[in-house]
């Protein structure tokens, strides 16, 4: 293991101790069960988490995006993520507080991305060609996107005209699918609480840790190569824990964060056993 992983593991684990003196906070100020809501919602999200760090890989590779410019986009793209993710979860609490069945849709949604990720359906999504990705799409029709860094620059002037550079599409390209990560990660942390707070600390806290996450992946992505089948069964348990509730079925906060640990750390183990 180089140096870099080994500082990246290190700030990994600062910043999950930080969650973790986080949620302390919450059961001193909010009581016990708001903290394993926080607990539970924050694990949900890290698990998912380290599937969308998959996707920057596959972006980075596709642009060829040097590592000394990886960081300024994943910054940019963490503090965007930041904004959106709230805006996601605001009207998410807002329409559960309003239509209590709509957890039910959440709950189905989930099960079926669960089992695409299962059957490796989203493999073949992160296959395609970046420049149908919405995000590309989106910026091309605004301005022209050059084939050449120009430093580390989002845009840059060429013959008197603007032009957008690869690292600005690159990042186009990862906050477009951050919004479509967004889809399966805000009801699944629907899934244990609805406490808006609890919701959005819980995820923000899972997003920062995602800098430096990435560049422990992007050394040893071959040793997670069966943490996605941990996430699609993670993904699938809330999305039953959702639909259930149509029958007046709970599934107990500490026995759902009970399995979300035991299926993220065994997926982890299971990896590291099988690529050793």
Not at 48 to 72: G, K, W
Not at 108 to 133: A, H, P, Q, R
Not at 172 to 184: G, K, L, P
Not at 258 to 276: A, C, E, N, R
Request: charged fraction near 15%; charge should be neutral; hydrophobic fraction near 55%.
């Amino acid at each position: 293991m180089d140096q870099v992983t080994k500082t990246a593991f290190k700030k990994v684990a600062l910043l999950v101790a930080l969650a973790m003196a986080v949620c302390a906070g919450v059961y001193y100020f909010m009581g016990q069960q708001s903290a394993f809501e926080f607990l539970g919602a924050y694990l949900i999200e890290f698990s998912l988490s380290i599937d969308n760090l998959f996707v920057f890989i596959t972006v980075f590779t596709a642009f060829r995006i040097p590592v000394e410019y990886q960081h300024r986009v994943l910054a940019w793209g963490i503090w965007t993520a930041v904004v959106l993710r709230f805006l996601f979860i605001f009207l998410g609490v807002s329409i559960v507080e309003k239509f209590t069945w709509v957890l039910y849709i959440f709950g189905f949604i989930l099960i079926w991305s669960g089992y695409k990720m299962y059957k490796g359906e989203d493999d073949e999504d992160d296959d395609k060609d970046v420049t149908d990705n919405m995000g590309y799409k989106i910026l091309s029709k605004f301005m022209p996107i050059t084939k050449d860094f120009v430093g580390n620059h989002f845009i840059a002037k060429l013959d008197g005209k603007w032009h957008a550079t690869p690292l600005l599409a690159a990042l186009m390209v990862i906050e477009a699918s951050d919004i479509m990560f967004a889809i399966d990660s805000v009801p699944a942390a629907l899934s244990v609480s609805t406490n808006l707070f609890i919701v959005y600390t819980s995820n923000i806290l899972a997003i920062l840790g995602l800098r430096q996450l990435y560049f422990v992946l992007e050394h040893l992505q071959e040793r997670f190569a069966y943490v996605r089948y941990g996430v699609a069964i993670i993904l699938a348990f809330t999305g039953v824990k959702l639909a259930i509730l149509m029958f007046h079925i709970h599934i107990p906060i500490l026995a759902s964060i009970g399995f979300i640990f035991t299926v993220l750390v065994g997926s982890i183990l299971i990896s590291i056993k099988k690529t050793k």
